[in-house]
């Protein structure tokens, strides 16, 4: 089997930051219900990228390493709030995208903290999947919702496109494809 290159993890450290300092900022705005929408998926989004990716930066250190075990944590916890849902009061609904604030900001240190300020390199099957994933969170046609109802108007762009092509073939370059009969040839 081929080794495949390995390709380097999109985090957009500045974007994710910037995301969480909305809400926790000292001079921070409580958003509309609308925006607080919007922020709260964007924030599990930068989760969803950053969790794999310190993960991957943290087995790279011993098994007793501190910040091993601190970045640890914070993924383990991220993965908690993520699975937690929000209340069904606005405060409640902020009170849970603060949260997910914390928790954005926690790993992005992690990040930080492990890489030593490079970006960690990943198969190719995954940084294709996290490719795709920062680019449907950052893009607006991506992010279209319907007007009425609130849902994600699903327009179509070519980049998401060409990223979900890059990433099935990565997944398939990974596993090929077996022949009909079974055996492998």
Known sequence: MNAQPQQTAPVDLETMRAAARRL???????PSEGELETLTLQLRGHLMLAIPVVEE???RFPEDDVPRACAHAAVM???????VKPGWTL???IAYAQRLARSVNALCDHYE????G??????PERAALLHLSSHCLTCPTCMTTDDVTGVNA???C??????YRAYREAQHSRCPAVPRDGRPS
């Open 24 to 30: 926790l900022a000292d001079d921070a705005e409580l």
């Open 57 to 59: 930066l943290a087995c």
């Open 77 to 83: 916890e991220a993965h908690v709030r993520l699975g």
């Open 91 to 93: 405060p409640s609904q």
């Open 113 to 116: 903290n492990l890489s030593s």
């Open 118 to 123: 490079q970006p960690a390199v990943l198969d």
């Open 154 to 156: 699903n327009l179509a």
């Open 158 to 163: 070519e980049d998401a496109d060409r990223l």
